[in-house]
Nanobody, 126 residues
Framework: QVQLAEIGGGLVQAGGSLGLSCTFS????????LAWFRQGPRKERELVAA????????QYADSVKGRSTASRDNRKNTIYLEMNSLKPEDSAIYYC???????????????????WGQGTQVTVSS
């Protein structure tokens, strides 16, 4: 059984930076593509960044491109998300998600992912 657990989050001032991590357990980490999603109040869950099994292919949402870096460490069974120049509209619950990898395919939609963490709240104050 795959288990995911987000670490980090909290209250950050606009313009600041934040780092999140997500630990993976239960299966072979390198068999899975992984992603970060977020869901703000009264909004649908949306992609932040997604990566293939190796981390060699990473795609970002346009809203965070250029100010976010996603990565994975296959030795530590962990993925990371660093975000800079945070804006109030970045406030959301951030989730990590996992899907069985198919070659270097990167899933961009929530329905592509079978496993989810419980989420961590990020609040950006103006």
């Amino acid at each position: 059984q795959v288990q995911l657990a987000e670490i980090g989050g909290g209250l950050v001032q606009a313009g600041g930076s934040l780092g999140l991590s997500c630990t993976f357990s239960g299966r072979m980490f390198s068999w899975y593509g992984l992603a970060w999603f977020r869901q703000g109040p009264r909004k649908e869950r949306e992609l932040v960044a997604a990566m293939d099994w190796s981390g060699g292919t990473i795609q970002y949402a346009d809203s965070v491109k250029g100010r976010s870096t996603a990565s994975r460490d296959n030795r530590k069974n962990t993925i990371y998300l660093e975000m800079n120049s945070l804006k109030p509209e970045d406030s959301a619950i951030y989730y990590c998600a996992a899907r069985r990898a198919v070659s270097d395919y990167v899933g961009l939609n929530a329905v592509d992912y079978e496993h989810w963490g419980q989420g961590t709240q990020v609040t950006v104050s103006s």
